[in-house]
């Protein structure tokens, strides 16, 4: 008998939806870096920049060294952006695997700047989020970075942090983000700097902020089809989600009035119930906090998440839909749904996604 992947657990990904989220992108600018970090936003980083290099995307950005290392031994082609810290010691895997390295700022610059081999790079800016990159005023010293012979500077970027809101003082602030990354540019310029390449918008950046244009966009959240709980996007678009997170009822049974429901007994029947294990848990990336407060679909009908969600198992309610052993319940299956898990766990859909543990196989459901 085959090996069944959908066995207890698993996430089914329409790469058609991929394949349309991109296109719609492309409509605003061509030239797409994805952004493929933490396991492409959980998806699974090899099923999406395979696809990705088959229809045509050949830019990528990834948090890590490892990251990129991993693409490059699956054979994924075009440039891959490290957007974070890599040490002076496994700069040699930078040049090895032929990868981009951020110059994360001045300091960073001056630790690595004696190598004695080239490696690519991409300058990081700060332009007020103040996370990483050189400040936008030290004008002399992102000129010097550009003189070095070893590190060859490929590209500029910077990161805005509140392109996602809608509020007035926000808004003041990201175009205050990009006119100061625009001053660097038009200084280096005067300076007749051969700049490279310039990126500055991320997903909601790429849309609430289109009359900014750069060599290329950077996008997350949006290329899967991802409306982020909290964010405010300033277009209609018609993406979707690429992902489905599902599992299985394993164990059907009746309880009665009083008995309760999984570790710490957390949840006491009011009434006769008939209640279904699910062999999916916190281990595989369902917030524990949810325990009591979410809801998944079992044949089009929504159950409760009843008791404290356990390690690799969580209960629900089915007093009220026929449901068998074996049959496929869905944890996520859209935007909406993902929004209520992400605002009861009280974070963000990002994080949902990056937890979604790697002992979930990524299943490709449509070409
Ligand atoms: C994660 C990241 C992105 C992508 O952000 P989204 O909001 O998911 O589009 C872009 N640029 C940098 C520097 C990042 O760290």
């Given at each position: 008998m085959d090996y069944l992947a959908k066995n207890r657990a698993w996430i089914e990904l329409d790469v058609s939806c991929l394949k349309n989220n991109i296109e719609l992108i492309r409509k605003v600018n061509n030239n797409i870096i994805a952004v493929v970090k933490a396991n492409a936003y959980g998806h699974g980083i090899i099923e999406i920049t395979s696809y990705l290099n088959k229809i045509g995307i050949t830019f990528f950005a990834v948090a890590t060294l490892d990251e990129g290392i991993l693409l490059r031994k699956n054979n994924i082609k075009g440039n891959i952006l490290i957007l974070g810290y890599t040490s002076k010691e496994n700069l040699k895997y930078v040049r090895k695997y032929n990868l981009i390295q951020t110059i994360i700022d001045f300091d960073y610059f001056n630790i690595i700047k004696d190598i004695n081999f080239k490696i690519n790079a991409h300058i990081k800016i700060n332009?007020?989020?103040?996370?990483?990159?050189?400040?936008?005023?030290n004008i002399k010293n992102i000129i010097d970075m550009y003189k070095?012979?070893?590190?060859?500077?490929?590209g500029i970027y910077t990161h805005l942090?509140?392109?996602?809101?809608?509020?007035k003082n926000d808004i003041t602030f990201t175009e205050k983000q990009l006119d100061n990354f625009n001053y660097v540019l038009n200084v280096l310029k005067e300076n007749n700097i051969n700049i490279g390449i310039t990126h500055a918008l991320n997903s909601y950046g790429i849309f609430n902020y289109q009359k900014y244009k750069y060599d290329y966009i950077r996008c997350g959240i949006l290329m899967y089809g991802i409306k982020n709980n909290n964010s405010y996007l300033s277009k209609n678009i018609d993406l979707e989600p690429i992902l489905k997170l599902k599992s299985r009822i394993t164990s059907i049974r009746n309880i009665n009035k009083n008995d309760s429901v999984s570790y710490g007994n957390t949840f006491v029947a009011k009434n006769k119930m008939k209640i279904a294990s699910v062999s999916i848990g916190y281990a595989d990336?369902?917030?524990?906090?949810v325990s009591n407060n979410y809801f998944v679909y079992v044949n089009n009908k929504k159950a409760s998440v009843i008791g404290t969600i356990c390690m690799d198992q969580l209960i629900i309610d089915i007093t009220n839909i026929d449901a068998n052993v074996g049959d496929e319940v869905l944890i996520i299956k859209d935007n909406e749904q993902l929004n209520i898990l992400a605002n009861n766990a009280s974070t963000i859909s990002y994080e949902i996604l990056t937890n979604l543990h790697s002992r979930l196989p990524r299943i490709i459901i449509r070409k």
């Open positions: 332009t007020g989020m103040n996370r990483i990159g050189e400040n936008y005023q070095n012979n070893n590190i060859c500077i490929k942090c509140v392109s996602d809101s809608d509020r990336g369902i917030p524990r906090i």
